[in-house]
T-cell receptor, first 112, second 109 residues
């Protein structure tokens, strides 16, 4: 079946602009996660959605970052007033209650 | 102390060798454990879950030691294609999952 998809695959933006990153999870997966990974670094947790529960936003690095998940499916991560330090690969993953996460290919964000 | 700690490596081994990675976790209440594999500039992919009784999948064996709070991954008969970064992942219960920084494996011909 279809895996997790993310769009765009690459995004180059100017400092100060807003960006939206999209994630389509695997159908039927109740949990959705956003991470980011800077070059050569480990995964940094950003936000976690589980069903209809309030999201765990504890990993968001600043109030410029926000995320929504509409209808329990598609999620959008928004970064306002982008900074150069926001440059990274943004990864989305989804899972069932088993916690086995399946990742999308990521969006490579470059802030110039 | 980090929630999940791994030796970053790199582990350089010849083809056919057996190699083992350990990972320690700090939260004794952790319940779910996984190994993921990440190739360069690719997304992480689930390699295997780690069960209390240990589990094996072909050349890969995972073990859990709750008393000492570590999990291990053993790779037998290493292939060139096993070269990757191996991520130890733990469900700490506080948030979804916590990823270790990864152990890099380079299998050489």
């Amino acid at each position: 079946g279809a895996g997790v998809s993310q769009s765009p695959s690459n995004k180059v933006t100017e400092k100060g602009k807003d960006v939206e990153l999209r994630c389509d999870p695997i159908s039927g997966h109740t949990a959705l996660y956003w991470y980011r990974q800077s070059l050569g670094q480990g995964l940094e947790f950003l936000i976690y959605f589980q069903g209809n529960s309030a999201p765990d936003k504890s990993g968001l690095p600043s109030d410029r970052f926000s995320a929504e998940r509409t209808g329990g499916s598609v999620s959008t991560l928004t970064i306002q007033r982008t900074q150069q330090e926001d440059s990274a690969v943004y990864l989305c993953a989804s899972s069932t209650f088993s916690y086995e996460q399946y990742f999308g290919p990521g969006t490579r964000l470059t802030v110039t | 102390r980090k929630e999940v700690e791994q030796d970053p490596g790199p582990f350089n081994v010849p083809e056919g060798a057996t190699v083992a990675f350990n990972c320690t976790y700090s939260n004794s209440a952790s319940q779910s454990f996984f190994w993921y594999r990440q190739d360069c500039r690719k997304e992480p992919k689930l390699l295997m879950s780690v069960y209390s009784s240990g589990n094996e999948d072909g050349r890969f064996t995972a073990q859990l030691n709750r008393a000492s709070q570590y999990i291990s991954l053993l790779i037998r008969d290493s292939k060139l294609s096993d070269s990757a970064t191996y991520l130890c992942v733990v469900n700490t219960g506080r948030r979804a999952l916590t990823f270790g920084s990864g152990t890099r494996l380079q299998v050489q011909p």
